[in-house]
């Protein structure tokens, strides 16, 4: 129902993502204010582009003046941000579209979420400006994150500013931080995200249409606690499915149905039964929380875009072995044993005894050189069944030999010959190697080994090694990748 | 039987105030839509049940029906494998007395035969509209909640979907001697369903339930269609 707008105003979203000309209006000179602090994190994160900054009371703020009105703005701008108090924010908006800005994002926040009648009137007041032609975003949000144009949500300075293809929409802005905080720290780079809060103008329905058709994004990911029109929702769901993967994590769902029902069918149709369908039939992947949401979409945007059904584990560790079989089988995937002459050619170059080459593969421990552990997935890459390969590498280990030597853990542990050799693998095989880093050793005195871990997931993934934790998270985004892939055709 | 008078059957339920169809309204609805339906026959004189047990053929299964009757079992208005003549009077009596004056009559059904039960559905959801369902029939589906959901209109694909997404779906399989089910018509069941509520913004629920495998047939056993004056597609 909110996006009428689209039939009569074309949306310049090329100038809300990447705005050269911004405004931040509402900017306190004193003290932490929403408005301060987006332009210490745009100047922080390095954005580009010119900022001019707008308070009634004028001053200046880190040596940038600050003007009195947006009038005042020489020129026109392409996007502004507003923070000012919640009555102020109508009168600020329509100011910013004579500007000729294409969008604003609102953080304020008293308008409908507050569930009182002048939030409600305020809000209506936001849309009738943005249907005479700028494009809104929020109330009550953080805005938008877009790595390539430097824009930020709040408070993001330490952000990245590598771009990559996952995309991400949120109805929480709490959510959309920690997505960006958790994409940095795993290696997932992001196209653009947007935190629209309550969604009074632009939300769901429309950004899921731009990201159908945005070049830069390959793969979508929404948080959602309500949508506005189902109907449409399902729509533009299932047409943004059939071109790139969509992920999904649904907040506030129910197993009870609708009350006052005479059926077993309206009892028993409860929201979370009804939201798995629908993500379900438009071919959707339902994820349960952030961690599993990051991890499929890291499988997404680093393995190539089909199922992998039966797959070799290799390495070491608990998880390997029975548990690696009963792990795999509930999202799809077999670790076939290998054939008797493959397993003597691999135990003929791992070290005897403790290692068994049946798959999974037990290397025996966890310093067996790196040259041999590539020849060994190259072994199992030779069963014409294996279409990718697991291993399991535990580098925390290598902290006792680094204390023996003398040396610091990151400069024992082989990750860069193992990067470039599973890169290798992958490349001569046409087969992904997936890289476990389980580290049991978090602790304060093992801060060393935490560091160690981060330097060689980097360096794994700068080889376009995909990289997981756990081995039971692998296996679930892999899971993830076959039944989108698996139903690509429905 | 066409969707014309499924429409009439369905606007005078809703002119009376009813909030549900009668069985007997609810299957002439289904048979619009090319549901299979148990053959039935109401019979609302005494005189006329003879002819109608014959008409259908003993055994025969004999319910109260009345628009204002959902839960048909609890009021023990429903008597199985009904043999003769003698015994069909017996239990028109026994069941007209515990109708308690409520006014409808008696519907007398073929007896299906079968030991798969299975249940298909209508749900409207507040966001997303019209949602068909499917799922183990008979006392299973409350106990065990076997179901999928896919919103409507449904594609055969999703048709087909639903039914191998539920844990049982071994069921619709040959099994202990059972031919495997027309797995073809169960999705055209499933699609119509969809239909109705498409055509018939009224209709706000439907229980078909059990859906019984005859062989490999499956028959609408049992029909719970509520009503609601709105219209709301919601």
Known sequence: MNDMPSSTVTTDFERIFHPRRIAIVGVSTRGPGFGSGIFHSLRTIGFEGEIFLVNPKGGTLDGVPILPSVADIPGAIDFAIIAVQARAVPEALELCRRKGAAGAEIFSSGFKELGTEEGRLLEQQVVQVARRGIRVIGPNCFGIYCPASGLTVLPGPDLSRESGPVAFLSQSGGMAIDFANTGKSIGLRFSKMVSFGNGADLREVELLRYLTDDAETGVITLYIEGVADGAAFFDAMRAAARRKPVIVYKGGLSNAGARAVQSHTASMGGSRRIWRAMLRQVNAVQVRDLPEMSQAALAFAMLPPRPFRRISVLGGGGALGVAAADAAEPFGLTIPAFDPPLVERIEAILPRPGSSAGNPVDVANPFVAPEVLKEVLLLAAEDPRIELQIFISLLSHYKNMARMMGLPVKEVAPYRDLAAHFQEVARRTGKPVVVVLPNPRRGLDHLDVVEMIALARRTFMAHGIVVFDELHEALRAIGHLNVHYGRKTV | ?234
């Not at chain 2, 797995?183 to 009224?202: D, H, Q, T, Y």
Request: net charge negative.
């Open chain 2, 1 to 234: 039987m066409n969707q014309a008078m499924a429409q009439q059957i369905i606007q005078e339920a809703l002119a009376q105030g009813r909030k549900a169809l009668s069985e007997h309204e609810a299957k002439q609805v289904l048979t619009a839509f090319d549901i299979p339906v148990t053959r039935e026959v109401l019979v609302t004189d005494r005189t006329a049940l003879a002819d109608a047990a014959a008409s259908i053929g003993f055994p025969v299964v004999m319910k109260g029906c009345a628009a204002d009757i959902v839960h048909k079992t609890e009021r023990h208005l429903v008597r199985l494998d009904v043999r003769d003549a003698a015994e069909a009077l017996r239990m028109y009596d026994e069941i007209v007395g515990a109708m308690q004056g409520v006014d409808g009559g008696v519907l007398v059904q073929e007896m299906v035969r079968g030991r798969r039960e299975l249940v298909i559905g209508l749900t409207r959801d507040p966001q997303f509209g019209p949602c068909v369902m499917f799922g183990l029939g008979g006392i299973f589906t409350e106990i065990l909640k076997d179901i999928a959901f896919r919103r409507a209109p449904l594609s055969q694909g999703d048709a087909m979907e639903m039914m191998a997404e539920i844990k049982g779906a071994g069921i619709l399989e040959a099994v202990r001697g059972m031919p495997a089910a027309d797995k073809e018509a169960l999705s055209r069941i499933l699609m119509a369903v969809g239909n109705i509520a498409l055509a018939f913004p009224a209709v706000a629920e439907i229980d078909l339930n059990p859906v019984i495998l005859a062989g490999e047939r499956p028959v609408a056993v049992d029909a719970l269609m509520v009503v609601r004056h709105d219209g709301d597609d919601r």
